[in-house]
């Protein structure tokens, strides 16, 4: 069966209307004979004018982003959000997903469970010791997020009288003050808190602020080249966000300038490499999750924007089926048609039959299908798609672009998740361009791996679209203003909630929208601070175990049992390897085994060369996409390494890791 082949996958999350949100008399006569300039809230009962002032009073203020939109610059934000309007009569959901309002204190309970430091308030849940291993490699400002959380959870649970007590936040944290107050000077010297002050203050100034205004007439400056900007991801987020000034961050929130143009910014090159999302192994990422949510939360409330985690009712929903399927379901029911795969197929199909019919299409993606078309389609797929009897060549382009997002809409639960997609709107609110594209870099390390997976490819096509704006006109606004209502607004949070934001969350989340296209390759690096830290808690961990006396006749049984092994089956060449040399091994490869030594200059990718060099066979047709170099052990669990990594340097931050070439993911 042919139907999946060459295509790429994507999938889609969108606006979902309840019913009282639903445009009354939704027929296509009414529809046509309703102004656009009166339809463009659906049912709401503001008008444009009173959106405005009603914008200015909102929480989005402080941005300025409303006073500097003019209608035609929205247009394609309000016709998309029209459309959906006009198509949810039909298609809406029998079981909806309802936000659940959290009882005092249950969201920072549920933040210190999702943090893994959930037995700092509950004695069965798990190992303290481990929580005080993770404790001790925060850094400042991520300490006093987990610190107001542990406090209000104290305070809570001595109200209700609960027989266990949270312990003292001073006893908690006691211990990592004191160790880091004795070696602040060694790991912290002047020149690099200098380094650090002059690196924040240089942002305040330099950084161009993030206008939410879009105009029409300004996006053709989005081709002109602007001024790179380095990100820096050795220093925590929050730590630099701290070394501003109180003032500075106020001033910052007032008065914006209309600026349109997004900057280059650059992540400098590091010599130890640089990690992307997949390139570690699933207990690293699991310590990864950990911190970024830390992270961020540390870096929300020195910014002065509330973090709150929503939480779903869970309900029963469909378990089969292609439209109205949990993403996990869909997936799961789709990885036994095809093992291994990482997105919805239908998506994979959808797109693959857009990009088909070229996306040079004017208005592609902005342009509906015909709603009775569509909908005809959708139920047809239904009962075809997976005997692969569906007659795609009836699909118009158009159509296939409609379905894509009707999919979006249909989710259970929004792409960007429930518990974060009101993170995700709030970056808006954050003062600078750069902490902003911070927040978003950390908020797309909490996403689940399926959302996750599936985002990234979703971005990538969108790209692609933008590629061809010279024909098919959807520029970068274009395509942020159409997507921006799929992705961002989510029923379940209540109708009343969403007529009153919809107008002033519109241009914020539609330049959310922007910076997630324009930055998604940045989006999906893992901040080095942050694989420091889990390098850190692996060696302390490690420390941890070896004075466990279990533990160590363990180990001692295994090296023995090794060493035994090794000693049988290892050539006089694998002997001890000099000083300078490590000793890399390719099991998949015909040449198994080399001694390498270590230059300035070597790099991840000079060693994947050399052994491609001396293949044999079939083995001569690999490339070098196709293998990598991976870090395995000593102070990280398994790492992928990007072929820019010189070695030296990662040798000796990793002394003790083994060297293997394989293939990803195998």
């Known amino acids: 069966m042919n139907w ?3 295509s790429p996958g994507v999938v889609l999350t969108a606006y979902h209307p309840s019913s009282n949100n639903a445009v009354a008399g939704s027929n296509a006569k009414e529809s046509e004979e309703t102004p656009l300039s009166s339809r463009r809230s659906g049912q709401y009962t503001m008008n444009h004018e009173n959106a405005k002032k009603s914008t200015e009073r909102s929480q989005f203020d402080h941005s300025g982003s409303q006073d500097s939109l003019d209608e035609l610059s929205m247009d394609d934000y309000w016709k998309e959000l029209e459309n959906i309007h006009e198509t949810s009569e039909n298609n809406r959901r029998e079981q909806e997903v309802v936000v659940k309002e959290p009882d005092e204190g249950e969201l920072e309970e549920e933040w210190l469970k999702e943090a893994g430091l959930s037995n700092l308030f509950d004695e069965s849940a798990g190992d303290s010791l481990d929580s005080m291993v993770f404790l001790s490699t925060l850094t400042r400002t991520q300490t006093a997020a987990v610190r107001k959380r542990v406090e209000t959870v104290s305070q809570t649970l001595r109200k209700k009288n609960k027989p266990y007590q949270v312990p003292d936040v001073r006893d908690i944290f006691r211990q990592q003050s004191d160790s880091k107050e004795k070696v602040s000077g060694e790991s912290e010297p002047s020149s690099v808190k200098a380094r650090e002050k002059n690196e924040a203050q240089d942002e305040v100034k330099d950084d161009p602020e993030f206008s939410h205004g879009i105009s029409e007439k300004t996006s053709l400056l989005e081709d002109m080249p602007v001024s790179e900007t380095d990100l820096n991801l050795e220093i925590s987020f929050a730590e630099q966000a701290a070394n501003l000034k109180d003032g500075s961050i106020g001033e910052m929130c007032k008065g914006k300038e209309d600026d349109t143009q997004l900057p280059n910014f650059r992540l400098p090159k590091d010599k130890t490499g ?12 699991k310590k990864v999750y950990s911190l970024a949510l830390i992270e961020l939360t540390a870096l929300y409330d020195l910014l002065g924007t509330e973090f709150k985690q929503q939480k779903a009712i869970k309900v029963k929903m469909k378990d089969s089926g292609l439209f109205g399927v949990p993403l996990s379901v869909l997936l799961e029911q789709d990885q036994k048609k095809v093992p291994g795969t990482r997105i919805p197929l239908i998506f994979h199909k959808l797109i693959s039959e857009i990009e088909e019919a070229k996306l040079d299409t004017e208005g592609l993606l902005r342009i509906p299908g015909v709603a009775a078309r569509v909908k005809g389609l959708c139920q047809e797929l239904e009962a075809k798609f997976y005997e692969g009897t569906f007659n795609w060549e009836s699909v118009k382009q158009h159509d296939a672009a409609s ?3 009707l999919f979006i809409r249909e989710l ?5 998740t429930v518990e974060y997609l009101k993170a995700f709107q709030d970056v808006q609110n954050l003062p600078t361009k750069k902490h902003q594209l911070q927040a978003l870099n950390l908020l797309v390390l909490l ?5 996750r997976d599936t985002l990234k490819i979703l971005l990538e096509f969108l790209q692609r679209v933008i590629d061809h704006r010279d024909k098919n006109k959807m520029t970068l606004n274009n395509v942020a203003m159409v997507m921006a209502p799929n992705l961002f607004t989510f029923h379940g949070f209540g109708s009343k909630t969403i ?6 969350m519109a241009a914020g989340t539609a330049n959310v929208m922007r910076f997630m296209i324009k930055y998604q390759k940045l989006l999906w690096t893992i901040p080095k601070f942050i694989v420091n830290q889990v390098r850190k808690q692996n060696t302390a961990c490690q420390k941890k175990e070896k004075k466990d006396k279990a533990m160590k006749k363990l180990l001692k049984k295994m090296a023995y049992d090794k060493e035994k092994y090794e000693k049988q ?10 000083q300078g040399v490590i000793r890399v091994q390719a099991p998949h490869l015909s040449k198994v085994s080399m001694a390498i030594q270590l230059t300035e200059e070597l790099k991840a990718s000079d060693i994947v060369a050399r052994f491609l060099s001396q293949q044999s066979g079939v083995a001569q047709a690999l490339k070098k996409e196709e293998v990598f170099l991976y870090e395995i052990g000593g102070n990280i669990g398994e790492r992928c390494l990007d072929n820019d990594t010189y070695m030296k340097d990662l040798y000796q931050l990793n002394p003790n890791a083994e060297w293997v070439i394989k293939f990803k993911n195998n």
């Not at 996403?447 to 959302?451: A, G, Y």
């Not at 007529?499 to 002033?504: L, V, W």
């Not at 050539?571 to 000099?578: C, K, L, M, R, T």
């Open 412 to 416: 259970p639960q929004p792409l960007l």
């Open 447 to 451: 996403l689940p791996e399926t959302n």
């Open 569 to 578: 089956d290892k050539s006089p060449n694998d002997a001890d390897v000099p």
């Open 4 to 6: 999946l082949s060459a």
């Open 403 to 405: 379905l894509l997002k």
């Open 499 to 504: 007529e009153q934001s919809e107008f002033a």
């Open 274 to 285: 640089t990690t992307k999302i997949g390139d570690l192994a699933p207990q690293d990422m």
